[in-house]
């Protein structure tokens, strides 16, 4: 066995050279990830919204008299209200149960199906979020949307990872985290319009305008072509096969092909696909999905854009200076992501995720000493110079995210699972991702009122022991073919190499 898959990846290096990138493989890559937009601008747009008088006066009024009483809350806790954040975080816990049956569709239905999916929830939920008047109906929305991005967030990633040629999988993956970062730019340009429109009416075009990324993904999973391992792995081998050449560019694909029908008996051959996770074989790619969606949350980047207007606020930002200061982190969150489509299979990942850690830590203890010395509960001595400095460190944040955790994060868990593990190992990786979310997005007001300053301190110590995390323990996937990882990654590695013993296996769970 261990011959056969040697000759395997030899004559597998020879048809990869010769693959080429061709039209269809980006067209569909482009239209896929436009679930990253509808992601990103969600996750931006509540933020703006919960901080626009219009919005609190209907739905959340003892917030809004809080925002206007003097000195008698501190700066820090204006805005925390439990009903409030829920507003925010209940997309995620939607999101979260969502994905389970995502894992199904994705599986059974195709890649194809399941975007189709999401695109009606998301479309379906935005127009109860702005049309209508009772806040039951928009917390039902906002379920729908979450539902939405459960089932995009499970589909995508996979959909980018199989149907990418190996040379250039980590930057098309990556697609999905641009079109994310490109939303929540959106957003923050929607939210600073929208607040400046008379009628007190804006927060509904801020929630209605996320129909058009709605619109686009849907549109566009009638349009791409599902992947020749989601084709495969149903029994479609003739269509398939057709589908590999075409995707391709060219007719040598046997050993391609093959591998994927031998990677689809193998998952044929489990029943219970959540169960064969917990395999011995399984688990470094299953601890290192999890460990890196809890990293991703826990470096505090949601937190800066769930409620950037909000944090910019506290920090002594008026209302519309600190919705512009939300749009210039979007704008170099934006470029930043763009540098790691370019980066991330040249120098790989964990030089991204090591270099990108020294500078969260950095810029987030360098907030923290501002505000511990100039923003107190009842006053701000932010200087205009100060108040510059802040937002070049919350942005220099930002920067190394977008072009470390941000798409490392979830491109590493979409290429490292067998096939047979692949879409419940991604269910898990989204789970995971949407659970720290909605933690994230129900304290965060609740921490910076406690904590304060220190809320940059705690964050920052978490990106220490990530990035500690990444010295030892994640390896290095950049130009390793996505069947091929069990003998090219994690057999080699010093640490993860102890769980690929087959000896270990039998037929149980171990």
């Not at 195709?110 to 929830?121: D, E, N, Q, Y």
């Amino acid at each position: 066995m261990a011959k056969q898959g040697s000759l395997a990846s030899a004559s597998t290096a020879e048809d990869r050279v010769e693959a080429k990138i061709t039209p269809i493989v980006i067209f569909s890559c482009v239209l896929a990830s436009t679930g990253g937009l509808m992601f990103g601008y969600e996750i931006a747009i509540s933020g703006g919204v919960t901080a626009m008088p219009g919005f609190l006066k209907k739905f959340y009024p003892d917030v809004y008299a809080s925002t206007q009483k003097q000195n008698t809350n501190s700066n820090y806790c204006k805005y925390n209200n439990q009903s409030l954040q829920l507003f925010t975080s209940l997309l995620y816990l939607a999101a979260l149960v969502a994905t389970f049956f995502a894992s199904y569709t994705t599986k059974r239905l195709g890649r194809k199906k399941t975007m189709l999916i999401a695109g009606v929830f998301f479309i379906v939920g935005t127009v109860l979020n702005a049309a209508f008047n009772h806040l039951a109906m928009v917390i039902f929305g906002r379920i729908l949307l979450g539902c939405g991005i459960g089932f995009g967030n499970q589909v995508v990633p996979l959909f980018l990872s199989e149907i990418a040629p190996t040379r250039i999988r980590g930057g098309l993956n990556i697609l999905f985290q641009l079109n994310a970062t490109i939303g929540i730019l959106l957003a923050s340009l929607v939210n600073y319009g929208a607040a400046k429109i008379k009628g007190e009416w804006g927060w509904r075009l801020s929630l209605g305008l996320a129909g058009v990324p709605a619109l686009m993904l849907t549109l566009g999973s009638l349009i791409v072509v599902d992947t020749p391992n989601s084709l495969i792995q149903r029994g479609k081998l003739d269509e398939g096969r057709s589908v590999l050449k075409k995707i391709r560019g060219t007719e040598n694909i046997e050993t391609e092909f093959a591998e994927i029908v031998e990677a689809s008996r193998a998952a044929e051959e489990i029943k219970h696909p959540f169960r064969n996770l917990l395999k011995r074989k399984n688990r470094p790619p299953l601890v290192i999905a999890i460990a890196m969606q809890v990293f991703q949350q826990f470096t505090g980047i949601n937190a800066i854009f769930f409620y950037a207007p909000i944090l910019f606020a506290s920090m002594g930002f008026g209302n519309n200076a600190s919705l512009y200061a939300a749009v210039i982190t979007g704008a170099v969150n934006v470029l930043a992501t763009i540098v790691s489509i370019f980066l991330v299979d040249k120098v790989g990942r964990r030089m991204l995720l090591l270099e990108a850690g020294i500078q969260m830590f950095l810029s987030q203890i360098v907030v923290a000493i501002v505000l511990a010395l100039k923003v107190k509960d009842h006053s701000n001595n932010l200087s205009y110079g100060l108040s510059i400095l802040v937002v070049v460190m919350v942005c220099t944040f930002v920067s190394a995210f977008a072009w470390s955790w941000g798409p490392i994060g979830w491109l590493i868990p979409s290429e490292t699972f067998p096939l047979e593990a692949r879409s419940a190992g991604q269910s898990v990786t989204v789970c995971v991702n949407m659970l720290c979310c909605f933690v994230i997005g129900q304290v965060f007001l609740l921490m910076l009122c406690s904590f304060k300053y220190a809320i940059f301190l705690f964050f920052s110590a978490w990106v220490l022991v990530m990035s500690l995390f990444v010295l030892f323990l994640i390896p290095e996937t950049k130009n390793v073919p996505i069947e091929e990882m069990t003998e090219r990654v994690w057999k080699k590695h010093w640490f993860w190499k102890r769980f690929m013993d087959d000896h270990y296996e039998g037929n149980g769970v171990k």
